[in-house]
């Protein structure tokens, strides 16, 4: 059985979490006071600090509910039905929409990387989504989908390029048009690694 007070701490923590995303990700976290979050969530400050040591400290947990989330679907994506090929297709749609999210553009590409700095910022992200790559690339490999490529190296160079393209999206006038022209470019690229007898 679980305890009562198990059960209020993990939804104390929750609620703190989901509006530290809300807060920073409409007013960033320079605009953002814990004072705000503990009132959003309906939780004293007190109860705030008995969870996260400071502002910081809540606006990674922020930053990681907001990375799980993408990696779940992703994750979902590259396991699920389907060739390697398709499967690979539709992560990439479902990064490119993922980089549309408000939450995920605000946290996880504006503000983590000056936050957290951009050393532990990159390595969090390595952590997230570098294996997903890296495994959605061995799987085309080994299907005979595109031709045998040193796969830990292309895979960086992918990963860079998404990574890039994550930036380009959020900072984007109109990134929706961006994202499509973006999935655009690295379909090409994909197609031209693609074994011509798996098309």
Not at 21 to 35: H, N, P, Q, W
Not at 74 to 88: C, H
Not at 90 to 98: D, H, T, V, Y
Not at 112 to 125: D, K
Request: include cysteine; glycine fraction near 8%; aromatic fraction near 8%.
């Amino acid at each position: 059985m679980r305890s009562r007070r198990l059960d209020y701490s993990e939804s104390t923590r929750t609620a703190l979490v989901e509006s530290a995303v809300e807060l920073f990700t409409k007013r960033g976290y320079a605009g953002t006071s814990l004072d705000e979050i503990a009132k959003r969530a309906r939780v004293t400050k007190g109860a705030l600090y008995h969870h996260f040591s400071g502002k910081q400290a809540l606006f990674e947990a922020a930053f990681e509910s907001v990375e799980s989330l993408v990696y779940d679907r992703l994750d979902k994506i590259m396991n699920g039905d389907g060739t390697p090929w398709e499967r690979a297709l539709g992560g990439l749609q479902e990064f490119i929409r993922s980089c549309l999210d408000p939450a995920y553009q605000r946290i996880a590409i504006h503000e983590a990387p000056v936050v957290m700095g951009w050393e532990r910022w990159r390595e969090a992200e390595e952590q997230c989504s570098f294996g997903l790559v890296r495994s959605a690339l061995q799987s085309l490999v080994d299907a005979g989908e595109v031709e045998p490529v040193p796969v830990d190296l292309t895979a960086r160079l992918l990963f860079g390029a998404l990574s890039s393209a994550a930036t380009e999206i959020a900072g984007a006038a109109d990134p929706k048009k961006v994202g499509a022209e973006i999935e655009d470019v690295i379909v090409r690229m994909l197609l031209r690694l693609r074994q011509p007898e798996a098309g």
